[in-house]
């Protein structure tokens, strides 16, 4: 059951700090991404020509987004996967449920983050086992509620818990090593830099009132022992729906609500609010360096793409019967923005690219992921299978977790035949 307590994206987990209430009309225009270490409140996801050049974005929105409206496909990926782990047929270590994270190390092999049970289980390049890290519990080097994979330097992990509110550094032998803590509306770390620093985001606090609330996400660079540096950026956050339910004020993420998506990388830190194809690159220290994205035409959500998301939302057993009326009051028309979302993920590869998934409101439909390079410049669109999780995109492969029709979960690597 999704709620405000749910956290349903990769990068602000936690509510921490205020942010703005809106009402049930359509908010116009993209974003804005708020550079604090230039200047508290500069606007750099800019709303027109005059704002972009103050931001140091070219001017001419034919320069920042691609013109063209051509679908190039890319058919670099096989559908059929060259290292398989886990699947229907999965016993003991190669049985997966709940699988939070993949990584694929500097040798070839893999690590994969299990939640029940909470295990780190490494795999050799060919899918066989070589052996299990960590235990359930809540000692040093143990797991309770893993919740996030994180690859670092050397090939070291960052395993975020969430039960433990503790993040938990192991070496590529398994190894637990030193912790930071995740105390309760502190920034979450989502990406480990070269240096040893960490990017991490939280979200502003907001009111619950009834209404819709867009919340607000802040990036923070913090230091190898987990303590706040400075920040670097903000950026609106989710959409909320605020309802009274049986006395109480209950939050619900917005059927096809806004929200702003991220990826960090060696070249900076990308993010895009994903009602309009525009997406900016910041540097480490907080700078814009380039914005870019793509014309495309916006679909309009149908009644069949509303019921899909409402049946997935509908609560079970006696929390059911006791939210039912507010369900049905937020996945209403009343409450459903004119258009689908444009894109719902952001990744960037090992050769720097950024791969920007088209959102689909039908899991069931294959995924397309348009590809740019390290100028931001459009180069085709990767259709890849539905019902896979990309993890992570490698020079010749892509890592992710796929589901069957019985929601059984397998590693794979696909093969991945770039062409220039």
Same mark, same amino acid.
């Given at each position: 059951?999704? +709620?405000? @307590?749910?956290?349903?994206?990769? !990068?602000?987990?936690?509510?921490?700090?205020?942010?703005? /209430?809106?009402?049930?009309?359509?908010?116009?225009?993209?974003?804005?991404?708020?550079?604090?270490?230039?200047?508290?409140?500069?606007?750099?996801?800019?709303?027109?020509?005059?704002?972009?050049?103050?931001?140091?974005?070219?001017?001419? #929105?034919?320069?920042?987004?691609?013109?063209?409206?051509?679908?190039?496909?890319?058919?670099?990926?096989?559908?059929?996967? &060259? $290292?398989?782990?886990?699947?229907?047929?999965?016993?003991?270590?190669?049985?997966?449920?709940?699988?939070?994270?993949?990584?694929?190390?500097?040798?070839?092999?893999?690590?994969?983050?299990?939640?029940?049970?909470?295990?780190?289980?490494?795999?050799?390049?060919?899918?066989?086992?070589?052996?299990?890290?960590?235990?359930? =519990?809540?000692?040093?080097?143990?797991?309770?509620?893993?919740?996030?994979?994180? #690859?670092?330097?050397?090939?070291?992990?960052?395993?975020?818990?969430?039960? /433990?509110?503790?993040?938990?550094?192991?070496?590529?032998?398994? @190894?637990?090593?030193?912790?930071?803590?995740?105390?309760?509306?502190?920034?979450?770390?989502?990406?480990?830099?070269?240096?040893?620093?960490?990017?991490?985001?939280? /979200?502003?606090?907001?009111?619950?009132?009834?209404?819709?609330?867009?919340?607000?996400?802040?990036?923070?660079?913090?230091?190898?022992?987990?303590?706040?540096?400075?920040?670097?950026?903000?950026?609106?956050?989710?959409?909320?729906? !605020? &309802?009274?339910?049986?006395?109480? $004020?209950? =939050?619900?993420?917005?059927?096809?609500? *806004?929200?702003?998506? +991220?990826?960090?990388?060696?070249?900076?830190?990308?993010?895009?609010?994903?009602?309009?194809?525009?997406?900016?690159?910041?540097?480490?220290?907080?700078?814009? &360096?380039?914005?870019?994205?793509?014309?495309?035409?916006?679909?309009?959500?149908?009644?069949?793409?509303?019921?899909?998301?409402?049946?997935?939302?509908?609560?079970?057993?006696?929390?059911?019967?006791?939210?039912?009326?507010? $369900?049905?009051? $937020?996945?209403?028309?009343?409450?459903?923005?004119?258009?689908?979302?444009?894109?719902?993920?952001?990744?960037?590869?090992?050769?720097?690219?950024?791969?920007? *998934?088209?959102?689909?409101?039908?899991?069931?439909?294959?995924? +397309?992921?348009?590809? !740019?390079?390290?100028?931001?410049?459009?180069?085709?669109?990767?259709?890849?299978?539905?019902? !896979?999780?990309?993890?992570?995109?490698?020079?010749?492969?892509?890592?992710?977790?796929?589901?069957?029709?019985?929601? &059984?979960?397998?590693?794979?690597?696909?093969?991945?035949? #770039?062409?220039?």
């Amino acid at each position: 059951m999704l +709620m405000y @307590r749910w956290i349903g994206n990769s !990068f602000a987990p936690s509510l921490s700090k205020r942010a703005s /209430t809106g009402d049930r009309d359509e908010q116009s225009g993209p974003g804005r991404l708020v550079l604090l270490e230039q200047h508290p409140w500069r606007l750099a996801w800019c709303l027109g020509a005059a704002l972009a050049a103050a931001c140091g974005i070219p001017s001419d #929105r034919a320069s920042a987004i691609a013109g063209d409206k051509e679908q190039r496909e890319c058919r670099w990926a096989d559908s059929t996967p &060259v $290292v398989s782990i886990g699947g229907a047929d999965g016993i003991g270590p190669y049985a997966l449920h709940r699988v939070m994270g993949t990584t694929r190390l500097g040798d070839g092999s893999i690590a994969v983050l299990n939640a029940d049970p909470p295990e780190l289980r490494f795999f050799d390049a060919a899918g066989r086992h070589l052996g299990t890290a960590s235990r359930r =519990g809540t000692g040093p080097g143990e797991l309770s509620q893993p919740y996030r994979l994180i #690859r670092a330097r050397n090939d070291s992990l960052l395993v975020l818990d969430g039960a /433990t509110q503790r993040a938990t550094f192991f070496d590529r032998d398994g @190894r637990a090593g030193r912790t930071i803590a995740l105390d309760h509306g502190s920034a979450t770390p989502f990406s480990v830099l070269s240096d040893g620093s960490i990017l991490a985001s939280a /979200t502003r606090p907001y009111e619950r009132a009834t209404g819709l609330v867009r919340t607000e996400y802040v990036i923070w660079r913090l230091t190898e022992s987990g303590a706040r540096h400075r920040s670097l950026a903000s950026t609106p956050g989710s959409e909320i729906v !605020f &309802v009274d339910a049986v006395g109480s $004020v209950i =939050g619900f993420p917005r059927p096809f609500g *806004r929200e702003s998506q +991220m990826a960090a990388g060696p070249s900076g830190i990308y993010i895009g609010d994903n009602a309009e194809y525009r997406i900016t690159l910041i540097s480490r220290e907080g700078h814009v &360096v380039r914005s870019f994205g793509r014309q495309l035409s916006r679909e309009m959500p149908t009644n069949e793409d509303l019921e899909r998301i409402r049946t997935a939302a509908a609560p079970s057993g006696p929390e059911g019967t006791r939210l039912a009326e507010a $369900v049905a009051t $937020v996945y209403d028309r009343a409450w459903t923005p004119h258009f689908l979302p444009v894109f719902s993920r952001l990744l960037i590869d090992h050769r720097e690219w950024l791969w920007v *998934r088209r959102y689909r409101p039908d899991p069931a439909d294959s995924q +397309m992921w348009d590809v !740019f390079d390290t100028q931001g410049r459009y180069l085709c669109s990767q259709v890849l299978p539905a019902r !896979f999780r990309v993890d992570e995109i490698g020079p010749d492969w892509v890592l992710g977790v796929s589901r069957d029709s019985l929601d &059984v979960e397998g590693v794979r690597v696909l093969a991945l035949r #770039r062409q220039t």
